[in-house]
């Protein structure tokens, strides 16, 4: 049974292969969703970019240009339209790519519809993301871009200190854990260097804290490490300026 949704949300599924796009079309128009098809890389970016669609349903491999050039290319326009791609079985780096290129979820074929159905149900729930900037403090990153400024200054990371400080910056406030650290930024619980999570804090300390006059990446000792949150911007005075 379909639930009774107003307005209608509507999807715009991208996919070249003829049997699979009407059945994908089909199963999202009874789930209750408009759907629109795109067949090519060129005409799903434009098709995206005009209209205010709720979710994209992206296959990666296309004509024109791949789902992740075209992911990538929304998000460079400022469209955050939720998007699932959908990458071949095994090809983890589709996956990772896709993921890095502003994808918010992914699907691997060959799979259930229930399990695409279930995702984009999701994602509509959430929403677009307001923006993909995280800020906290005067620490900015943007995850898109991989790009990282503190006090309006551009920073240069490295792959490990960017997906590091993003970590801490989207539990900014919360004690991390060495452990948990590892598993994130390393994908592992056991390094072959058992200090390696305090030498990159090292590295990003010198790169964004200290360079900067900052004391923002406090140790815990024996805890973990936190990236500290400003305090509240004090109340503007009744009848100010
Ligand atoms: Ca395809």
């Known amino acids: 049974m379909t639930a009774q949704r107003w307005p209608m949300a509507r999807v715009l ?5 003829g049997r699979m796009a009407t059945l994908l079309a089909r199963g999202l128009g009874e789930e209750g969703y408009a759907v629109d098809v795109a067949v090519t890389g060129p005409e799903a970016l434009s098709r ?14 296309l004509p024109g240009a791949s789902g992740v050039e075209v992911c990538r290319e929304l998000r460079r326009r400022e469209r955050w339209t939720p998007v699932v791609m959908v990458t071949a079985r095994d090809a983890i780096w589709d996956r990772i790519a896709g993921l890095d290129s502003g994808a918010d979820d992914y699907v691997v074929k ?15 729930r959430r929403g ?4 993909a900037v995280l ?6 990153l943007d995850p898109v871009q991989r790009k990282v400024w503190r006090d309006g200054a551009e920073v240069a990371l490295s792959r490990r200190e960017f997906a590091l400080l993003e970590l801490m910056m989207r539990h ?13 930024v390393w994908g592992t619980s056991d390094h072959p260097r058992s ?3 305090d030498q990159y804090i090292a590295y990003l300390r010198s790169k964004v804290d200290r360079g900067f006059g900052h004391r ?3 140790t815990l000792s024996g805890i973990g490490y936190r990236l500290r949150t400003p305090p509240p911007l004090p109340l503007p005075a009744d009848g100010g300026a």
């Open 13 to 17: 599924v991208v996919e070249d292969e």
């Open 48 to 61: 995206a970019t005009e209209h205010p669609y709720d979710a994209i349903v992206l296959d990666v491999m």
């Open 110 to 124: 060959p799979f259930a519809f229930s399990e695409l159905a279930a995702r984009v149900r999701a994602l509509i």
């Open 128 to 131: 677009a993301r307001e923006a």
């Open 135 to 140: 800020e906290v403090g005067t620490l900015r």
């Open 172 to 184: 900014a406030g919360e004690v991390l854990s060495r452990a948990a650290i590892l598993e994130h």
């Open 195 to 197: 200090n390696i999570v």
């Open 216 to 218: 923002d990446i406090e």
